[in-house]
């Protein structure tokens, strides 16, 4: 098992940067896939960025893509997020999670408690 807590989140202004972490307590990373989901109010969760179980591929949602960079220390159990020129959409709660499968998909078997980001216009 694996445990994930998130931080980092917060409130910014458009264009503003964010670096999200995760940290993960239990069972090495690399046992899983990782990755970061967000869900905006009245919306669903949906996928922003992820780690390959691997850890030789990486990819991102097109929403995020050229603006969003995610990496792992996999000795300090860490994922990160790190997210650029932020927009307003960008709101939302934001997940980390770790999937025993090759890639972290919305049905992933361990989550966090999810950390507000809210991006000011």
């Known amino acids: 098992q694996v445990q994930l807590a998130e931080s980092g989140g917060g409130l910014v202004q458009a264009g503003g940067s964010l670096r999200l972490s995760c940290a993960a307590s239990?069972?090495?990373?690399?046992?899983?896939?990782m990755g970061w989901f967000r869900q905006a109010p009245g919306k669903e969760r949906v996928f922003v960025a992820g780690?390959?179980?691997?850890?030789?591929?990486?990819y991102y949602a097109d929403s995020v893509k050229g603006r969003c960079t995610i990496s792992t220390n996999n000795a300090k159990k860490m994922v990160y997020l790190y997210m650029n020129s932020l927009k307003p959409e960008d709101t939302a709660v934001y997940y980390c999670?770790?999937?025993?499968?090759?890639?972290?998909?919305?049905?992933?078997?361990?989550w966090g408690q999810g950390t507000q980001v809210t991006v000011s216009s």
């Open positions: 780690i390959n179980r691997s850890g030789d591929r990486i």
């Open positions: 239990g069972r090495s990373l690399s046992t899983y896939a």
């Open positions: 999670a770790a999937h025993r499968g090759q890639a972290v998909t919305t049905r992933s078997d361990y």
